[in-house]
């Protein structure tokens, strides 16, 4: 098999790509950001006694778990705005699915984090006078992010590669940007490559410090 | 007003007609006792007498089933009409974390926040719940923790102590609160053998210095010299009380007999 690679044209289309890796990197932070914080309000609702609360939390949950995260970007595009009588812009649609779904998934991580903290640090902060929210704040849920931390960056780290999913709603992110370039020139080999390339530069710097920051939280124990 | 009640009533805690139920299991049934100013009780019994859950009754890590608890003459909850037609109480989040700032607890499992140094679990009631500044609360934990003599492990995490430093250091979170009773849940029984002599003294001292206090445990030659009055319970209520002398030296009921002697023949 002879192929010749080429990646002039890709060098003369990285301009291109930059900018779509800066659509990434956008819809990343933001998905990532209040997703984490949505997934926190539904993880609390979620472990509520009260029916109400819990109900549709784990309705929401359960929804956004069980269906493709592709369907769920492809509906708020095309479903919401029947549904609501408003148009998305394509970025907003693709950053609000992708911000639901990872609220959903982290809603589970802090769930079974907080969960998996034992009675009696409850009940230690109870004894000196501090509230459920207190303990909550100060003790519990500084304990589950330190505890569920593999489970935090895993799920980063898969969101930022589902991101991909966005240029299907021809959000111009990088995997758009490739598949444009590719489309012009005819070297999907080449381009593909370098997308691949620039999305592990994108994640791994962020995978190696978080198993930095667990390796010094493990050391103390 | 609230002082001459106080000082009219003799006793800092009055239990009338404690019950603790988990479902259908009546762990305490019908304790009554009253717990003097200054006074130290030892309270003993069998595993699954419910000793503890009496004792964890009195800061409300249980919610009491039935009865009530008076601290310095003021009755605790407030009552409302129950399920079956009677009348239950029920007690408000707020008025429950002052009563535990007032009765602090020390656990068997020391219950110390792992992701805090030690320093850092004595000052966190003193910054969140007393809502002191950070280098006031600083020195007042550093005080307590002199005091257990930890001077040299502030910075330390509990994972990095020994099971009778944690305790120590959970005594000084305690006191930190600046309590007016102690309750100490069988405070050396996860330790070491040789760990147990260290969190013994830091307790003694504190008897010493005319502390309230509640110790629930199983050390009965401890008892013996540490309380004024002991305490024996089973089945879930008090089946004989008197001075450590009469309980621990003289039992006078077969009960009480048995289990002194069950410990006797360990001894040895």
Redesign the interface.
């Known amino acids: 098999m002879e192929y010749t690679w080429d990646f002039k044209i890709v060098l003369d289309s990285l301009p291109l790509l930059l900018r779509g890796l800066v659509v990434t990197v956008e819809l990343w932070v933001v998905a990532l950001a209040v997703g984490l914080s949505l997934g926190l309000a539904v993880s609390l609702a979620r472990i509520s006694a009260r029916a109400w609360l819990n109900g549709p939390a784990i309705a929401y949950v359960e929804i956004f778990r069980n269906t493709p995260v592709l369907v769920q970007l492809i509906w708020f595009y095309y479903a919401f705005p029947i549904v609501l009588g408003q148009q998305l812009s394509p970025f907003t649609a693709a950053a609000l699915g992708l911000t639901l779904n990872t609220s959903a998934y982290s809603a589970e991580i802090f769930r079974g984090g907080i969960l998996s903290i034992a009675r009696g640090q409850w009940e230690g902060a109870r004894a000196i006078g501090m509230t459920r929210a207190m303990t909550m704040r100060r003790i519990i849920l500084p304990q589950v992010m330190r505890r569920m931390l593999p489970a935090f960056t895993n799920r980063a780290i898969e969101l930022a590669k589902v991101t991909s999913l966005a240029s299907l709603l021809a959000v111009n992110e990088i995997m758009y940007e490739g598949r444009l370039i590719s489309s012009t020139y005819y070297r999907p080999l080449e381009v593909l490559t370098v997308v691949a390339l620039m999305y592990f530069l994108l994640i791994y710097p962020g995978s190696y410090l978080a198993a930095r920051l667990e390796r010094r939280l493990a050391a103390r124990g | 007003m609230a002082t001459t009640t106080a000082q009219m009533s003799e006793a800092v805690i009055r239990i009338r007609n404690l019950h603790k139920r988990f479902g259908d299991l009546h762990v305490v049934r019908g304790v009554d006792l009253d717990i003097k100013r200054g006074e130290r009780i030892a309270i003993i019994g069998a595993s699954g007498s419910g000793k503890s859950t009496i004792l964890r009754c009195l800061?409300f890590?249980e919610m009491p089933s039935e009865g009530t608890i008076e601290l310095d003459g003021k009755m605790l909850g407030t009552e409302r009409p129950g399920n079956g037609g009677g009348v239950e109480r029920v007690y408000a989040?707020?008025e429950l974390?002052?009563v535990?700032?007032r009765v602090?607890?020390v656990?068997q499992?020391?219950?110390?926040?792992?992701?805090m140094t030690a320093i850092e679990n004595v000052m966190?009631?003193l910054l969140?719940?007393k809502r002191m500044g950070k280098d006031a609360a600083r020195d007042a934990a550093m005080g307590q923790l002199v005091k257990v003599g930890l001077q040299d492990k502030l910075d330390v995490?509990p994972?990095?102590l020994s099971g009778g430093q944690q305790q120590r250091v959970?005594i000084a979170?305690?006191l930190?609160?600046e309590p007016e009773v102690l309750l100490f849940d069988e405070p050396t029984s996860s330790l070491d053998p040789e760990l147990v002599g260290e969190v013994l003294r830091v307790i003694h001292a504190l008897a010493e210095e005319g502390r309230t206090m509640l110790l629930v445990t199983h050390e009965l030659g401890f008892a013996y010299h540490f309380a004024d009055r002991v305490v024996f319970i089973a089945d879930g209520a008090i089946y004989e009380t008197g001075t450590a002398n009469g309980v621990l030296k003289h039992p006078q009921r077969e009960r009480t007999q048995a289990f002194l002697a069950r410990f006797a023949e360990r001894a040895f």
Do not use: D, I, W
């Open positions: 800061n890590m989040e707020a974390c002052a535990r700032t602090g607890m656990f499992q020391f219950n110390l926040f792992p992701h966190e009631g969140t719940v995490y994972s990095k959970a979170r305690a930190a609160m």
